[in-house]
């Protein structure tokens, strides 16, 4: 038998839950949030399409939920393996939206509120298709009676570096032709403040905001903070390289181990992996050693810009979608 049909991959990753990062301006965005709650007509909710369930903010939801809420899964470009349809994608994530949301409402019944049914979106900024859907979307919802308000305020929440600002930006290009009003980076926490109002539609008084980044004050489930850190929703140095690569060698294998075939042949061991890998780039020194951060830094890189294969880091079956709800509902529990 070779190594590739004799290979079976861990099941668990144990691993200590580290606190959240939720720095100052999280903080303040959260509470102005609550305090602008009435002003808000409709929510643009963006969560990165590499892991839909963890970048869900349940702290957000929690006070925003009475609004119009649009849902955008956006990087679908990196998240839709290449065998799979940009179509077969929406429906998925469309049933991972309904299936999420049934048991959410039954979660939320339980507590005696219901949420509304949100329709989502799967989103890739850069590309105008998206941005002529969503348009369409806000208009019907601002223009169609659903805001009875003269003026829209179309606002823009999620967790950090999911997009939010390419997304407004993107918007606004398709709408008006205009450039950019929004400042976006590949970082975590570009936008510190909620910007001012943006014009969205020429002939009706829709106006978008920016918001910053927020997590939520608390992690819900043991390995969010892995995954959020290896889509760069948190702050770089959190965690250590090797250790999320650790972490990303456990999700691949459970996808395919094949993913990783041009460096290594299929493995659980991180430091057989990152060796491979050193050989396989010329990070190996003369004497056969390498810097494990300079190889695990590489590797995330690569798994960020796509280039490592695309695939989600949140499992979606019933039962680890159920798992979740089970966190975030103790977590707020314990809260109040
Ligand atoms: N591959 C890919 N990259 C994207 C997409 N949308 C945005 N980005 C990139 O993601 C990074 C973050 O984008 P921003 O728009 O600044 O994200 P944000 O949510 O406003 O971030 P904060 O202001 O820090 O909360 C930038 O480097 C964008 O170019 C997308 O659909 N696909
Ligand atoms: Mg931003």
Redesign the pocket.
Known sequence: MNRTMAFVARKIFPYETPSTWFPGHMHKTLKKLQSLSSEVDILIE?RDARIPLTSRNFAVESILKKRNRIIVY?????AIPCETSLSTFRDEMVHLQQSFQSMQDWFQRSQGDIFKTVPSLT?????PFYAKKLLKRIRNMAINGITKNQRVHVY?I????????????SLRHISLRRSKA???????????NFSEVVRLLEHAEVFML?T???MTPSIAAPEDMLKLSLV?CVKEGLIDPVTLVDYLLFRINLVSPSIYAKWSPPTNDVDEFLGNVAHKIGKLSKGGGYNDNTVSTYIIQQYR??KLGKFMLDSMDKSSMSLRLQHELTKSQKKS
């Open positions: 963006v956006n990087k679908c470009d990196l989103y890739v900024s850069s590309v823009f999620g967790m950090p570096n999911t997009g939010k600002s390419s997304i407004l930006n929004a400042i976006t980076g590949n970082y975590p926490g570009v936008t510190k920016d910053p980044g927020i760069g810009s796509g």
